[in-house]
């Protein structure tokens, strides 16, 4: 009894102890996402969101930030865009790569269709004047030059097969396909009824749900499915086992990387908004989609990838 | 926002993920009932074997049903199948806790006094183990049953389909009723999984059962 | 059956691309430790906590039974929501930064509901006549509690720990979707690049993790009740 007894006032006692402890001297809990610069001058955090492009876009900013002047922290990872967005807000995080075209379909009260848009520069616009409008404001920098749009993608052995090159033959052949979607492009409308409203010979056999990008090529791959979503900059898409619809109507919105960063920010380090458009600049489709190849599929870590890029640009040295 | 919630309960594609996600767990179930009650059976009467497979049961009750799920990613692939593997191994640990234990806890002296009255062993499982044992194996399909609902909302990792489709496309989305419409379906069917086999437990429990429940004993 | 299980194993076997043995070794200290420590911090921070709000609510629960059914109920609905759900419930509260804390918050209220029940079955077990007995000894209500009744309860206190501690771990793997850190880390990666390495790798430390959890605790139980047969449900 005694013993119990003691255990019963040493337990409550070290419970307490211990996790004080831990929560004092843990900030590490481990995962792809945080890593510091180490280098002196203000501290800029650099946000991502949840998938290898984002990765490598958030190592890329926060390695040149870095190495100019400032203390560079990337926090990687956060998760989806309205996830990435509540952390630049609350000031988690200073900045985060976006696209134009999404934050007007997940985070801007944007009233209108983004799909209706018919510029990347009106996108661009849009999404940026709305920016400026929310509290605290954010601005949005100039947008990379390419589209990381949707990219319907085909098994190569069933393009072939079926002479499927552009999304018109691919809505003529679909009777006899299955498809591999998400459930946010079936139900969104930029998504899957853009494609059916602007391509109405589309019926496709089957259609399945899979929400991971990297599990939908891996589906397409063991032939779960003919045909797939991913977009346009997927590593995967390197690969000569899959073909890229073409789109002839341009139906979906403009999706440009570019970074959004909150003007306090700006206006307390103005030279920030330089450094992170030299690196948004020097970006291009087949790059993008190499070096995302290089993480998806040659298992590199995203910040290897970023720095080799930064270094072979003469953006760092 | 409550409308919102219920203009995604009419939805086309939601009735579609209630039924993956009812179809998951209930096959899920009843399929861990197919192989651990055989089990269960088969040990009741040896406490070696007994022994063993409870603690098989209790290892296996630990294991982070995300852990199992992923798993069988890169050994069965992508969809509704591997989850329904998946599952069904998570959902086997309660069930044959449960009803080894049941089983091995009818009291020897019961069984002893069966014999003596002449009953062959097939007798004495069916009129007598069983029905003592029957509360204690069904509270195991119960827990088992809400526990596999519950997981099955992690099938969406791995393409399988289900409500977690639902809460995984809310996460992307600005406003929560997609994710709140998600969640509470999943709540909705837990609470009924729930209800529904207790119901079936005070069922299958024998009316003398019920009484000495009653009495407290 | 057995054949296609044959099959399967051989299938398993004959992919030796499962597993790269080098990624391990080169990101061990990197990325694999890291996701450990950050799992036990997740889980031990948590089942603290549980604990701290737990065990006084327990206690004034088994004193004033009126407390109890709302008790049981609030921590049921809790209990039942799905974990993906209340995470991003958790996180659209304006306040909760994202990372490791909306996490340890959906993991304390998960566990609330069983080691209050467990708290309360405990104080329950314990018998009148040994309580009726130490007031007779003039012990005061207090002591009573702490040196009489707590401790005969410890037993099944510590069962619903040990299913707490288990439970947490698990739904832990899970936190890693809102950046919450952790060995499901790994996992969400793996799936996100298709490699199965890292899949593996944070499965298998989770599964261990949680294994070896409910096995010291398991030691502790039986430690503390050593003329019992330890009973599960």
Same mark, same amino acid.
């Given at each position: 009894?005694?013993?119990?007894?003691?255990?019963?006032?040493?337990? +409550?006692?070290?419970?307490?102890?211990?996790?004080?402890?831990?929560?004092?001297?843990?900030?590490?809990?481990?995962?792809?996402?945080? =890593?510091?610069?180490? =280098?002196?001058?203000?501290?800029?955090?650099?946000? =991502?969101?949840?998938?290898?492009?984002?990765?490598?876009?958030?190592?890329?900013?926060?390695?040149?930030?870095?190495?100019?002047?400032?203390?560079?922290?990337?926090?990687?990872?956060?998760?989806?865009?309205?996830?990435?967005?509540?952390?630049?807000?609350?000031?988690?995080?200073?900045?985060? +790569?976006?696209?134009?075209?999404?934050?007007?379909?997940?985070?801007?009260?944007?009233?209108?269709?983004?799909?209706?848009?018919?510029?990347?520069?009106?996108?661009?616009?849009?999404?940026?004047?709305?920016?400026?409008?929310?509290?605290?404001?954010?601005?949005?920098?100039?947008?990379?030059?390419?589209?990381?749009?949707?990219?319907?993608?085909?098994?190569?052995?069933?393009?072939?097969?079926?002479?499927?090159?552009?999304?018109?033959?691919?809505?003529?052949?679909?009777?006899?396909?299955?498809?591999?979607?998400?459930?946010?492009?079936?139900?969104?409308?930029?998504?899957?009824?853009?494609?059916?409203?602007?391509?109405?010979?589309?019926?496709?056999?089957?259609?399945?749900?899979?929400?991971?990008?990297?599990?939908?090529? =891996?589906?397409?791959?063991?032939?779960?499915?003919?045909?797939?979503?991913?977009?346009?900059?997927?590593?995967?898409?390197?690969?000569?086992?899959?073909?890229?619809?073409?789109? +002839?109507?341009?139906?979906?919105?403009?999706?440009?990387?570019?970074?959004?960063?909150?003007?306090?920010?700006?206006?307390?380090? +103005?030279?920030?908004?330089?450094?992170?458009?030299?690196?948004?600049?020097?970006?291009?489709?087949?790059?993008?989609?190499?070096?995302?190849?290089?993480?998806?599929?040659?298992?590199?870590?995203?910040?290897?990838?970023?720095?080799?890029?930064?270094?072979?640009?003469?953006?760092?040295? | 926002?409550?409308?919102?919630?219920?203009?995604?309960?009419?939805?086309?594609?939601?009735?579609?993920?209630?039924?993956?996600?009812?179809?998951?767990?209930?096959?899920?179930?009843?399929?861990?009932?197919?192989?651990?009650?055989?089990?269960?059976?088969?040990?009741?009467? %040896?406490?070696?074997?007994?022994?063993?497979?409870?603690? $098989?049961?209790?290892? *296996?009750?630990?294991?982070?049903?995300?852990?199992?799920?992923?798993?069988?990613?890169?050994?069965?692939?992508?969809?509704?199948?591997?989850?329904?593997?998946?599952?069904?191994?998570?959902?086997?640990?309660?069930?044959?806790?449960?009803?080894?234990? *049941?089983?091995?806890?009818?009291?020897?002296?019961?069984?002893?006094?069966?014999? *003596?009255?002449?009953?062959?062993?097939?007798?004495?499982?069916?009129?007598?183990?069983?029905? $003592? &044992?029957?509360?204690?194996?069904?509270?195991?399909?119960? !827990?088992?049953?809400?526990?596999?609902?519950?997981?099955?909302?992690? &099938? %969406?990792?791995?393409?399988?389909?289900?409500?977690?489709?639902?809460?995984?496309?809310?996460?992307?989305?600005?406003?929560?009723?997609?994710?709140? &419409?998600?969640?509470?379906?999943?709540? $909705?069917?837990?609470?009924? !999984?729930?209800?529904?086999?207790?119901?079936?437990?005070?069922?299958?429990?024998?009316?003398?059962?019920?009484?000495?429940?009653?009495?407290?004993? | 059956?057995?054949?296609?299980?044959?099959?399967?194993?051989?299938?398993?076997?004959?992919?030796?691309?499962?597993?790269?043995?080098?990624?391990?070794?080169?990101?061990? /200290?990197?990325?694999?430790?890291?996701?450990?420590?950050?799992?036990?911090?997740?889980?031990?921070?948590?089942?603290?906590?549980?604990?701290?709000?737990?065990?006084?609510?327990?206690?004034?629960?088994?004193?004033? #039974?009126?407390?109890?059914?709302?008790?049981?109920?609030?921590?049921? @609905?809790?209990?039942?929501?799905?974990?993906?759900?209340?995470?991003?419930?958790?996180?659209?509260?304006?306040?909760?930064? @994202?990372?490791?804390?909306?996490?340890?918050?959906?993991?304390?209220?998960?566990?609330?509901?069983?080691?209050?029940?467990?708290?309360?079955?405990?104080?329950?077990?314990?018998?009148?006549?040994?309580?009726?007995?130490?007031?007779?000894?003039?012990?005061?209500? #207090?002591?009573?509690?702490?040196?009489?009744?707590?401790?005969?309860?410890?037993?099944?206190?510590?069962?619903? @720990?040990?299913?707490?501690?288990?439970?947490?771990?698990?739904?832990?793997?899970?936190?890693?979707?809102?950046?919450?850190?952790?060995?499901?880390?790994?996992?969400?990666?793996?799936?996100?690049?298709?490699?199965?390495?890292?899949?593996?790798?944070?499965?298998?430390?989770?599964?261990?993790?949680?294994?070896?959890?409910?096995?010291?605790?398991?030691?502790?139980?039986?430690?503390?009740?050593? /003329?019992?047969?330890?009973?599960?449900?």
């Amino acid at each position: 009894m005694k013993n119990r007894t003691k255990l019963i006032r040493a337990v +409550p006692a070290l419970l307490t102890g211990l996790s004080l402890l831990l929560v004092v001297a843990c900030g590490n809990v481990g995962g792809t996402d945080s =890593s510091s610069g180490g =280098s002196s001058g203000p501290t800029i955090t650099v946000g =991502s969101k949840d998938f290898t492009e984002q990765f490598i876009l958030g190592s890329m900013y926060a390695q040149a930030l870095d190495a100019n002047g400032f203390n560079g922290v990337a926090k990687l990872d956060l998760g989806s865009a309205p996830i990435a967005d509540k952390a630049l807000q609350n000031g988690q995080i200073d900045l985060y +790569p976006e696209y134009t075209g999404t934050s007007l379909v997940e985070i801007l009260p944007y009233k209108g269709n983004p799909a209706d848009l018919n510029s990347p520069r009106a996108t661009y616009e849009a999404a940026k004047k709305l920016y400026a409008k929310r509290s605290p404001a954010d601005k949005m920098l100039t947008p990379a030059p390419f589209n990381n749009t949707y990219g319907i993608f085909v098994r190569s052995s069933v393009a072939e097969k079926d002479d499927l090159t552009n999304m018109d033959e691919l809505a003529q052949d679909s009777k006899n396909l299955t498809f591999i979607s998400f459930s946010q492009f079936q139900n969104r409308s930029d998504g899957y009824p853009n494609m059916q409203k602007n391509y109405p010979a589309l019926d496709f056999e089957e259609i399945k749900i899979v929400n991971n990008l990297g599990l939908r090529y =891996s589906g397409l791959q063991s032939g779960e499915g003919d045909v797939g979503v991913g977009f346009t900059t997927d590593g995967q898409l390197t690969s000569d086992q899959l073909v890229v619809m073409e789109d +002839p109507k341009s139906i979906w919105p403009f999706y440009h990387p570019a970074p959004v960063v909150r003007s306090d920010v700006l206006k307390k380090y +103005p030279k920030v908004e330089k450094v992170l458009n030299e690196v948004t600049a020097s970006l291009g489709l087949d790059t993008m989609r190499e070096l995302n190849g290089k993480v998806d599929l040659d298992q590199e870590d995203p910040e290897d990838v970023a720095k080799e890029y930064l270094e072979e640009k003469g953006i760092i040295d | 926002m409550l409308s919102n919630i219920l203009e995604v309960f009419a939805r086309p594609d939601f009735p579609e993920k209630l039924r993956e996600h009812v179809v998951l767990s209930l096959v899920a179930l009843l399929v861990a009932v197919a192989i651990a009650m055989p089990v269960a059976l088969m040990i009741r009467n %040896t406490r070696l074997g007994a022994a063993i497979a409870i603690n $098989i049961g209790n290892v *296996g009750r630990a294991v982070p049903s995300l852990a199992i799920l992923a798993l069988a990613l890169p050994l069965l692939g992508i969809g509704f199948a591997s989850a329904l593997v998946a599952l069904t191994a998570l959902a086997i640990p309660p069930i044959l806790i449960n009803a080894s234990t *049941g089983l091995r806890e009818v009291n020897k002296d019961v069984i002893d006094a069966a014999r *003596g009255m002449g009953l062959s062993g097939g007798q004495i499982l069916a009129r007598i183990q069983l029905p $003592i &044992a029957a509360p204690v194996i069904f509270a195991g399909i119960r !827990t088992s049953a809400v526990q596999t609902v519950a997981s099955a909302t992690l &099938a %969406t990792f791995i393409g399988g389909g289900g409500l977690g489709d639902l809460i995984v496309e809310g996460y992307s989305e600005r406003g929560p009723e997609i994710l709140l &419409a998600g969640a509470i379906a999943v709540a $909705i069917l837990a609470i009924i !999984t729930e209800v529904g086999f207790g119901a079936l437990e005070r069922a299958f429990t024998p009316k003398g059962l019920k009484i000495a429940q009653k009495r407290g004993r | 059956m057995s054949n296609s299980a044959l099959l399967l194993l051989q299938d398993v076997l004959e992919k030796p691309e499962l597993i790269d043995w080098e990624w391990i070794r080169e990101n061990f /200290w990197e990325d694999i430790v890291p996701a450990f420590q950050g799992h036990i911090f997740l889980s031990f921070v948590s089942v603290a906590i549980a604990l701290v709000i737990a065990l006084p609510v327990g206690v004034i629960s088994a004193r004033y #039974r009126k407390v109890y059914p709302p008790v049981t109920f609030v921590t049921g @609905i809790l209990y039942s929501i799905p974990s993906l759900a209340l995470f991003a419930i958790l996180i659209s509260i304006p306040g909760v930064a @994202i990372g490791p804390s909306p996490v340890i918050i959906a993991l304390v209220a998960y566990s609330l509901l069983i080691l209050i029940r467990n708290t309360v079955a405990g104080l329950d077990s314990v018998p009148p006549e040994t309580i009726d007995a130490a007031r007779g000894m003039g012990l005061t209500n #207090r002591q009573i509690l702490f040196r009489v009744e707590l401790p005969l309860a410890l037993p099944i206190i510590v069962a619903g @720990i040990r299913i707490a501690t288990v439970t947490i771990i698990g739904i832990a793997t899970i936190g890693a979707y809102i950046s919450g850190g952790g060995l499901g880390a790994l996992i969400f990666d793996g799936i996100n690049r298709q490699f199965p390495t890292m899949i593996i790798a944070g499965a298998v430390l989770a599964t261990a993790l949680a294994i070896t959890a409910d096995l010291l605790l398991l030691g502790l139980e039986r430690y503390l009740r050593p /003329w019992a047969r330890v009973r599960r449900t």
